[in-house]
């Protein structure tokens, strides 16, 4: 049987697109370009201005010379639900569907662009290798974006086999369930299987997306969710446990036991963009604080009646955790600030605030010495 958008007989339960996530939401955003005779499909798969598009009749290759917008944030990503040519030769991606999520970070680029990693992901699995020393400012900063994107994170700790000692994996979990509040951390090796089920049960019949650094083990992850080698793995260095790319594309996959997963190329920065919100959940715990200090202004520096620097002080909150939030604050204030005209202006008056009371305050020293 062929099925078509506009075909009754494809409903979401029984659609071919179904295992790559296809619902009843997706139907409904798709019924203007079924009339329009246009063909859904999910991008698997996007390369030099091209991308690979699973459709009702099968994988098909297209191009996206039709949605080429000027904000670099809307571009056709893995991930994107689309609209594409029935037929023709080439095809094209004819308009993206609206995303439900999107995980961006900042590029390294001085243009202070967004740049979109994956789009309609439910999990962000965030890997962190056990080879080495935990970062767990890194860490912070994947979870910022990962809240940010819309998505559910997941922390999954892996080469634990690479940590024999049961005791010592725990603590290392209780460390990263500390920095992570409201997020569940898994130890999982792929070598022995430990964790391997529970974090498919985990991911079971959603979209998922794969993050980390290079020689997190990702792929080596990807490929004990798949149940067979898919990607292709590479050694890390023993001296400083890192990796070279072997993912170079973000290539989306049907899991066996129901959903899809994307895997991502090794991100060797992770800018936030506009991530406020994101920042402020990775921190929930100091923006609780926050809400019991005297000022509702309160910057937690030297201010009286301030609650954060109480927990400070009484060592209920770490100081590499709140030094960690300020680093993250001020970074996200100016990555906006970049792109916001109205915030710019208003760093500046503050700035211009802040100087002129210093300089009021040092006028007043200088006139009680005299």
């Known amino acids: 049987m062929s099925f078509s958008a506009a075909s009754p007989e494809a409903s979401s339960a029984s659609h071919p697109l179904a295992p790559y996530g296809w619902d009843e939401g997706w139907e409904a955003e798709f019924t203007p370009y079924a009339a329009q005779g246009l063909l859904p499909g999910r991008v698997v798969r996007v390369d030099r201005g091209q991308c690979d598009v699973v459709t009702p009749g099968g994988t098909v290759r297209a191009d996206t010379e039709f949605v080429v917008p000027r904000d670099p944030l809307k571009v056709v990503c893995t991930g994107d639900w689309v609209a594409v040519d029935p037929g023709g030769d080439p095809r094209y991606v004819r308009t993206l569907l609206p995303r439900r999520t999107a995980f961006v970070r900042s590029t390294s680029s001085k243009r202070s662009e967004g740049q979109i990693l994956a789009a309609n992901v439910d999990h962000a699995i965030i890997a962190v290798p056990l080879a080495v020393e935990l970062d767990l400012g890194r860490i912070e900063r ?61 991911v079971s019949g959603s979209t998922s997306v794969l993050l980390g650094i290079s020689g997190a083990g990702k792929s080596t992850l990807a490929n004990a969710l798949l149940g067979e080698d898919v990607m292709e793995v590479r050694a890390t260095r023993e001296v400083d446990g890192k990796g070279r790319h072997t993912t170079t594309t973000r290539n989306l996959l049907v899991l066996p036991g129901g959903g899809v997963l994307i895997d991502t190329p090794g991100l060797r920065g992770v800018g936030l963009w506009d991530a406020g919100q994101g920042v402020g959940q990775v921190f929930a715990e100091i923006e609780e604080l926050a809400e019991e200090c005297r000022f509702h202004d309160c910057a937690h520096g030297s201010e009286p009646g301030c609650a954060v620097l109480a927990a400070l002080e009484d060592g209920s909150l770490p100081e590499r955790r709140l030094e960690s939030y300020r680093k993250l604050l001020r ?37 009680r010495i005299r």
Do not use: C, H
Request: proline share 3%; hydrophobic share 45%.
């Open 142 to 202: 994947f979870l910022a974006l990962a809240w940010e994107s819309g998505a559910q994170p997941l922390v999954v700790l892996t080469k634990a086999d690479l940590v024999p000692d049961a005791t010592g994996l725990s603590y290392l979990v209780d460390d990263v369930e500390t920095t992570a509040p409201g997020v569940q951390v898994l130890a999982v090796s792929a070598a022995t299987g430990e964790g391997v089920d529970v974090l498919s049960a985990v």
């Open 331 to 367: 970074e996200n204030q100016r990555i906006v600030a970049k792109t916001d005209a109205r915030l710019r202006a208003e760093i500046r008056r503050d700035w211009r605030l802040k100087g002129a009371e210093g300089r009021a305050a040092m006028e007043a020293k200088r006139g």
